[in-house]
């Protein structure tokens, strides 16, 4: 309790030690309708695990999502961010992260020597959803940021073997397999159900889908950069995917056959210059992400 009591304070302590108001052109940077929760300043650099660890002290359990500059742009980040894109003091990087009340946003800004982190809570992200496009350029030191190459055509990450890509002669296949995984239980009598143990069953199958999509975002879309025109959190939002989402009556008509199919679709969007999104798993801890041009 000691030990929880006095990293608490130190928390708070640092969040609470937000140095003077930062600076565009000797004006401060405004937040728009953002709240400004807190700095936190460090005298050199931030190392990778330093600076993790900083995000983590502040933004809990969830995932932070990279902003991509090239990316659609939300109004309300942008009221915070415009000012300093406009600023000779530019942003080096920006995350956000969703898995709470608010959005919070973080910005690392160069200072002095060192590094500073803001802290900012959006109401809302509010871009209006558009349509899925892949980037026209890619380049693979962006995209593969994150990623070293092992051939002529594949890249493995860096902190994770078991995610891998590979180049296409049209595309690219993103891969991930969770070693170990329980297979998927299917169930063999469904169509034999009554109603209630049928919405039941349902419900259990999309949230099994539902967690396993969230698990190829934070794998595929969120370790590469510059692919894709929507930001990591539009990925999420049902306004944004609904429309290319596996059905709920795509999943009956699996479970009224009883037989898994060699992969379940869950995402497949076609973007208006002709290309293919598709994020497939086979229920057995494999899953893909396929991009096609």
């Known amino acids: 309790m000691k030990i929880f009591k006095t990293v608490l304070v130190l928390l708070v302590c640092t969040l609470s030690a937000v140095w003077a108001a930062p600076k565009a052109n000797g ?61 000779s003091n530019k942003p080096e990087m920006v995350w956000v992260i969703t898995e709470r009340a608010k959005p919070l946003v973080a910005v690392l800004l160069p200072k002095g ?76 009598d469904y169509a034999t159900r009554d109603f209630a143990e049928k919405n039941s069953i349902l419900t259990d199958y999309e949230d099994y889908f539902k967690y396993e999509y969230s698990l190829m975002l934070r794998a595929f879309v969120q370790s590469v950069r510059g692919v894709f025109n929507w930001q990591p959190w539009h990925w999420y939002m049902a306004s944004w995917n609904s429309k290319f989402m596996i059905t709920r009556s795509e999943l009956e008509a699996i479970l009224v056959r009883g037989v898994a199919p060699s ?25 893909e992400l396929e991009i096609r041009k």
């Open 263 to 287: 992969f379940f679709r869950l995402f497949k969007a076609k973007t208006p210059a002709g290309e293919t999104v598709e994020f497939r798993t086979n229920g057995n801890g494999y899953s």
């Open 27 to 87: 004006a401060p940077y405004t937040a728009g309708s953002a709240k400004v929760i807190g700095a936190v300043e460090s005298k050199t650099p931030y190392s990778g695990d330093r600076l993790f660890a900083t995000l983590d002290s502040v933004g809990g359990t969830g995932t932070w999502m990279e902003w991509d500059v090239n990316g659609v742009k939300d109004p309300s980040l942008m009221q915070i961010l415009d000012p300093m894109l406009k600023s």
């Open 113 to 188: 020597k060192g590094e500073a982190i803001l802290f900012y809570e959006l109401q809302s992200l509010d871009a209006k959803p558009v349509p899925l496009s892949i980037n026209p350029v890619l380049s693979p030191e962006v995209v593969f940021r994150d990623y070293k190459q092992v051939s002529e055509k594949e890249y493995v990450h860096r902190d994770k073997d078991n995610l891998k890509v590979k180049l296409l002669p049209s595309g690219m296949i993103f891969s991930y397999e969770k070693k170990g995984e329980d297979p998927l239980y299917m169930v063999s």
